[in-house]
């Protein structure tokens, strides 16, 4: 049987997290959190990723992609 926190879809990812879902490091993470790229929200001292926040990093890369291209 499923935890509750299993059985729901996680609202907010911590960096390592974040990392493992974009399959980057968790420096380059922290990186693109410091340069703007990569949104977070706080909550007291710690720093979590939305989901949302994941989905618009990567489109932001595709557009880098295609400029490039």
Do not use: C, F
Not at 12 to 40: C, D, F, H, K, N
Not at 45 to 59: M, T
């Amino acid at each position: 049987m499923a935890t509750v926190a299993e059985a729901a879809e996680q609202l907010l990812y911590r960096p390592e997290e974040a990392a493992t879902a974009l399959r980057i490091g968790r420096s380059m993470v922290y990186e693109e959190i410091r340069l703007g790229r990569l949104q977070t929200v706080r909550i007291g001292r710690r720093r979590l990723v939305p989901p949302e926040y994941i989905a618009q990093y990567v489109e932001l890369l595709k557009r880098e992609a295609e400029a490039t291209a």
